[in-house]
């Protein structure tokens, strides 16, 4: 997304990024969202994705970088169950279901700040022979998410117009913050992303999130961007 100048909350780096998607009914997630929100679709289809990456060199710009140094929650793995929606302006953006981060911090941080759904979570991430492992456990309910993918010999490309622009050119998130619908944008460079073969999935945190899928899901990979995060803005005050 090309940017205009404007304030800058943070900085980060996202990196070993897989989408993984599937189509659902529109009324299965109208069913989880909140007042003021409703699906975003593309040919009348509804998707959710479980959506893991790298957190890498997260900072706050100017004097006071070194909190998040002081933290150590500068770099960490992150799997998200997100999907798409449209605000009360017809303006669209990412709904996240739940976010699970390895990182005690940014988890409490998000929370606090930003009212985003962050849970405590087990990480881990491996890149051999062309494979990429993505690894998740929740504490508390101990909610599973893991992603096997298989890079192909395919070179990245920019994402194409269409399901690829739909899915990943996603530059707002919206969020409840203390019963107030807020909306967020970022900023970064168009994603250059290459097809993968999954390999194996497992969908726990879909499921918690209230979401039955199945079939063969959309799978991509992504190389990394450096990601500008700018201020939340009030959408919908007393919000059910």
Known sequence: MPGHRRLVLMRQTWANIVWCHWPVPVEELQAILP???????????????????????????????????????????????????????????????????????????????????????????????????????RRGDRAIASLEVKLGDAPSRPSASGLETFLFERYSLYSIWHGILIRGELSHVPWTVKPVDLVSVETHTLEAAGFNVSGKPHVFAGEAVEVSIHPMKIVRRNHD
């Open 35 to 137: 007042r003021g929100l409703e699906p975003d679709v593309f040919d009348g289809q509804a998707w959710v994705g479980l959506v893991p990456f790298s957190m890498q060199n997260l900072r706050i710009p100017g004097p006071f970088g070194f909190i998040t140094r002081l933290l150590r929650s500068a770099n960490f793995g992150e799997v998200n169950v997100r999907t798409y929606v449209k605000g009360p302006d017809g303006r669209t953006g990412v709904w996240f279901c739940t976010l699970d981060a390895d990182s005690m911090a940014a988890v409490a941080t998000a929370n606090a700040a930003f009212g985003l759904p962050y849970r405590v979570a087990k990480t881990s991430f491996t890149h051999e022979k062309g494979l990429l492992r993505w690894y998740s456990q």
